[in-house]
């Protein structure tokens, strides 16, 4: 009898022993997301990707998740509820002196907004000074770096993908139950390409310092827009190219990155070109265009938007020194001035 009761105890402990294997219960209380960017669309190979979670109760952020290189899997942890995610290349602050990220506790806030170039605003405020003009901006924007964002919507976090854990974990990230979240990054950032033909090109030396008035001062993020403000960007309008056979005339040309069309072009907003020539004479010859309804709009493979402006300039003859090639410097022009109505 005895022997029967020890060889029940001893069963019974070893199904207790059973039970008792996995002492370990517990509940991060959040889930666990893999965010899978695809450049591909967008031109970039990024250094890294930084990722922001924002509630959709309220658009407050949530949490802005450390960066992780372009080369790792990008896991971030969310708790129950709703959210956006704003996922973008590389940090905010490798863009410092190029682009600045503001109003980052909100997603209808969160901006890139374009940085003052102190130096260009100076000569374009001389410059409008000069035209006794109060058209478009009193302020270049230094050209905004690439930027390619995704932003998605209604993700949500429900209780069953919470991570529970049977054992413990050698980390906190439980990649085999992850949320799976695929993401196409767009670049927000336009190329505006300038281009002039100019009957007599001859007769200039160069151009100064050019503007384009009235671009986006920045891009909203979380919105998928540009800002609703204006600003200017400056810059050389240079590349001589003349036409076949002639000795006279040809065209110019420019290219330069921008934020592009203020709210994406869906008001009524003016957009101005000011060509600022110096003949071989020495004499500066300022031209101003409302190019409002020049732009056009293109839309390439890369999901890359292109400004393009396509002008027909005239210049006068004039009798100077046509050595020395096509003088691009930044010269101060302001102090002769020759207004050309249009």
Known sequence: ??????????GLLSLESCTMDHLYYASSDTATVFVQPDWSESGLVPNGVTVFAYRDSDGSLYKRFPAVSATEKCYIKLPQGDFTLVVMNDTPEEFDGNMDFTGTENISTLQARGVKDENKSAKLQAHLA?????????????????????VVRGLHISPEQIDYYYDRPQNDISEA?????KTEQRNVISTVNIKAHVKGLKYARGTTLCFLRGVAAGHCMGLGVNSQDAASQGFILNNRTFDPGSDSDGTIRAS?????????GKGDEKYYLDINFVLINGQAYPLTFDVTELLSVDVSLSLQLSLNVDLEIELPEVVGDEGGGFNTDINDWMDETVDIPM
Not at 177 to 181: N, Q, R, S
Not at 256 to 264: E, I, K, M, N, Q
């Open 1 to 10: 009898m005895k022997r029967i009761l020890l060889a029940a105890f001893l």
């Open 130 to 150: 000069s035209k006794a003009s109060e058209e478009g901006q009193d302020y270049c924007i230094v050209d905004p770096s690439p930027l390619a964002l995704a």
């Open 177 to 181: 139950e992850a949320i799976e979240v």
């Open 256 to 264: 330069f990155p921008s934020f592009g069309l203020v709210g994406d």
